[in-house]
């Protein structure tokens, strides 16, 4: 089993605001993590709350260049905790 760490989900926020990667195709790549069995989630951390937002923007929040900056400052912060 694979775990998804905060360093994946920065990395494709950070292509998305430097506007490799459509709001689409960050929405497509949440929802494949989302239905992935083995991919390690801890549904009660960070990882989760981030892939939830990004794969269902319609009960969230759309992903916005604010939004994701947000995101990205959320996961460095937590990064910065773990260190």
Do not use: Y
Request: with cysteine; proline share 4%.
């Amino acid at each position: 089993m694979i775990t998804l760490e905060p360093v994946h989900a920065f990395a494709v926020l950070i292509r998305f605001l430097a506007g490799e990667l459509s709001v689409t195709d960050v929405e497509d790549w949440a929802n494949a993590i989302e239905c992935r069995e083995d991919i390690g989630l801890d549904q009660e951390s960070l990882m989760a709350s981030v892939v939830f937002e990004l794969a269902n923007p319609l009960i969230t929040r759309p992903l916005t260049r604010q939004s994701a900056t947000d995101l990205v400052s959320k996961l460095k912060e937590a990064a910065s905790a773990a260190w």
